[in-house]
């Protein structure tokens, strides 16, 4: 009997971890494809806050930065470290997007 359960056990733990998988594959396909049926947009915007998140024990950082656009509306970017580096908040410039993908942050250089 307790052979049967190790077995069942072993093969729920099996089942979702191959649904977590899956289920996360399939949201990242899905956002690709929203993506790529959005329009691609340039606003004037201004980098309101830059963060990072760190997973991993400092093995792997994420770069986020948030923009806001005249409308007064805030939106996040994941970024990457290079273009991290590069902003500072309170930049001011052109923001092209589609979707949730940034595309460019061009300064205003006066």
Request: glycine fraction near 8%; include cysteine; charge should be neutral.
């Amino acid at each position: 009997m307790f052979a049967s359960f190790t077995t069942f056990f072993i093969i729920a733990c099996f089942i979702i971890v191959f649904g977590l998988i899956l289920w996360q594959l399939t949201s990242n396909i899905k956002q690709n494809v929203d993506n790529n049926a959005a329009p691609v947009l340039t606003v004037p915007a201004q980098v309101i806050a830059k963060r990072t998140e760190v997973t991993g024990d400092h093995s792997f950082t994420r770069y986020y930065s948030t923009f806001e656009v005249e409308s007064g509306d805030r939106m996040e970017f994941k970024i990457t470290g290079k273009e991290y580096g590069l902003l500072a908040e309170g930049d001011i410039g052109l923001l092209t997007f589609q979707g949730t993908r940034l595309k460019s942050f061009e300064r205003n250089r006066s």
